[in-house]
Structure formats: structure tokens, C-alpha cells
């Protein structure tokens, strides 16, 4: 693989290179490889490989690949269900609308995360969504009876593999009066796994920042499952050195953007100590 198709592979997120496409596509890298990423840049490779193994390991996706209807739900998941389609409307909306009215959603989500580790400029939320191409992404909007923007969806697909790769509500209608989240996850999961008929729907991988509940939350709801995999995290070697003297210090430390690498280092030690315990089981 040449240098240039390896790093078009990834994409770079908060100094870390991410694979780009579905995580069943991605394979285990080599030590040459992880030097060829951080020669062009971030300080860190996160590389998760063996997609959905039988094994249970320290890292996953949060995925749902079967759908079989209306009956798979509890009576209270049906009753908001009910409750945010009588009140809300879902629908596939073009990027214009999310450009337009989009930002000050996503602004008001991120004042109510519970841990405050986010934030995206205006500038920075219409360079995003511009760079999401049509083929490659839906756009769903929630409108209530005014017809006025409250919520949106933006969902990338890989094949037949799709990505709810961000969803925000404001927080008015997050509340059990209008159930929006409730409105919105059912009417996606039904049109991508029941009319569509793809394989797979995900809300990524498990979160290391733990912003918010959602991934608890469709697997509770929405029975949605962890697809474990293998994880390996290699870092630029003055970086691995920080993060190696922060480290005993991970429970303690309060920025939360550090937490986050340290709590990545910790599912990556886990992960190692579980096979290395199998191996010497053996």
C-alpha cells in the first residue's frame, strides 16, 4: 500500500488518525505504517481491526444489524414511539436546510452534554456539513407542527453499512412530551434496515469522552449491541512518553480532553493484559 492511500484511509479527529470508512474494512497496521500517518501529521493512531469477533474485548462499536419490527420494542419504548410521531415530523431534508437552521441545534446540545469536552464554531459547523457530499450522506430533519427545524441527523453511509455519525435535538424536545429521540432512531432504523435493507446501522464506536448516553440508551432502547473488536493505539513518541508519565494520574486529572486519551490508553492496556492472559492460559 502506497503512502498516499494508507492516509487517505484515515482522517484526522482531535490529533488522532481515524479509520474513514466502515470498521470492518479496517485491518491491523504495522509499525511502518503507523510512522508513515504521524510523518504527515497528529499525534496518535487509534487502529481497531477483527470487527465483531466472538470474543469480548475492552473496545467496540455499538451497531444494529438486525431489525425485526414493531414487536421488537417494550410497551413504554411504543408509547414514546407513538408519542413523538403524533407530535413530530422525520424526514430526509437537503443540506441547505441543515446549513441553514442546523447550527443553533447542535449549539444548544452541546450547553446540555454533561461533560463538557465540545465545541463548534459556525465557521466550523459549515465547513462540516459542506464537506458531506450527497452520495455519501443523508440529512434527516425534526420538525414540529410549525414546521420549524428541532432536531437533525447526519448519517453517513459505507455501502450498506450506515453511520449516525451526529444526531442533536434541542433540549425542549428531548423531554417526554415530545420523546424526539424515541421519534427519530425508530423512524431511521426502520427506513435504513427495513426499507432499504442495509446491513448494518451504528452510533460508532464505544466513547471515550462519555458525553452522553445515547449508545446505553439505543442498546437499552433500541437493541442495539456491541460488536467487539481489537484495538491498538500508537502514538508519536514524544506523545507516548506524556501519556505514559499522565497515565497513573487518569482518575484524578480534570481536563477532560486528557481524561479522554488517557481513558483510550486504558481500553488499549485492558485489551493487551486480556490476551496476554489467554495466551499464557494456554
Not at 48 to 56: A, G, I, Q, R
Not at 86 to 97: G, N, P, T, Y
Amino acid at each position: 500500500m502506497s503512502h498516499n492511500s494508507l492516509v487517505d484511509k484515515y482522517h484526522l479527529y482531535r490529533h488522532a488518525w481515524i479509520f474513514g470508512s466502515s470498521p470492518d474494512k479496517e485491518t491491523k497496521l504495522t509499525e511502518q505504517q503507523y510512522s508513515i500517518m504521524l510523518a504527515n501529521g497528529g499525534f496518535m493512531v487509534r487502529n481497531t481491526y477483527d470487527f465483531d469477533c466472538n470474543v469480548t474485548t475492552s473496545f467496540w462499536y455499538v451497531i444494529k444489524d438486525s431489525f425485526a419490527g414493531w414487536s421488537e420494542f417494550g410497551k413504554s419504548t411504543k408509547n414514546c414511539i407513538n408519542r413523538a410521531k403524533r407530535k413530530l415530523c422525520f424526514k430526509i431534508v437537503d443540506k441547505e436546510c441543515i446549513l441553514k437552521y442546523g447550527y443553533d441545534i447542535i449549539e444548544d446540545s452541546y450547553k446540555h452534554y454533561k461533560v463538557k469536552d465540545r465545541s463548534l464554531t459556525k465557521s466550523g459547523f459549515i465547513s462540516w456539513i459542506k464537506h458531506c457530499n450527497s452520495e455519501n450522506y443523508d440529512f434527516w430533519g425534526v420538525f414540529n407542527d410549525d414546521d420549524n427545524l428541532v432536531g437533525l441527523s447526519v448519517n453517513r453511509k459505507y455501502g450498506m453499512f450506515c453511520d449516525f455519525d451526529a444526531t442533536y435535538i434541542l433540549h425542549d424536545y428531548k423531554t417526554a412530551e415530545y420523546s424526539a429521540f424515541y421519534g427519530l432512531f425508530y423512524v431511521m432504523i426502520d427506513y435504513y434496515l427495513q426499507q432499504k435493507g442495509f446491513s448494518c446501522v451504528s452510533d460508532g464506536s464505544r466513547s471515550v469522552s462519555e458525553h452522553s448516553n445515547i449508545q446505553s440508551y439505543l442498546i437499552d432502547k433500541f437493541k442495539f449491541r456491541k460488536a467487539y473488536c481489537r484495538l491498538d493505539v500508537y502514538y508519536k513518541w514524544w506523545f507516548g512518553i506524556i501519556v505514559k508519565i499522565l497515565y497513573p494520574f487518569r482518575n484524578v486529572i480534570p481536563f477532560v480532553n486528557v481524561k479522554a486519551v488517557l481513558r483510550l490508553e486504558e481500553y488499549n492496556r485492558q485489551q493487551k493484559s486480556m490476551f496476554e492472559s489467554k495466551i499464557d492460559s494456554l
